[in-house]
């Protein structure tokens, strides 16, 4: 888990959009809970913002160096999948 959420230093924001009672973003919201520990506890310094609205699709941005920004849904995938988009997105670089 340290080398998959070992952020590239390009990377300056990671915010995830939620909704906090449907059931289209209950995988991300179990995403968040069983990893947003281990990837703060590997960069301290890094905001990763959650921002919860009522019916909102949920999706994941990543700020980079030169206010580059990268955004992927994440409706419809699970758990696992939505793991595997999030680590191919702090892993980016742009």
Do not use: W
Not at 36 to 47: G, L
Not at 68 to 85: Q, R, W
């Amino acid at each position: 888990m340290a080398t998959k959420y070992g952020f590239t230093n390009s990377l300056k924001e990671l915010r995830f959009l939620l909704c906090q009672t449907s059931e289209h973003s209950a995988a991300t919201r179990t995403f968040l809970t069983r990893t947003y520990p281990t990837m703060k506890k590997h960069n301290p310094h890094t905001p990763i913002m959650i921002r919860e609205a009522l019916g909102v699709e949920p999706k994941v941005y990543a700020r980079y160096e030169f206010g580059k920004e990268k955004m992927i849904t994440l409706m419809g995938l699970d758990d696992k999948a939505i793991e595997s988009k999030v680590t191919e997105l702090v892993k980016s670089i742009i």
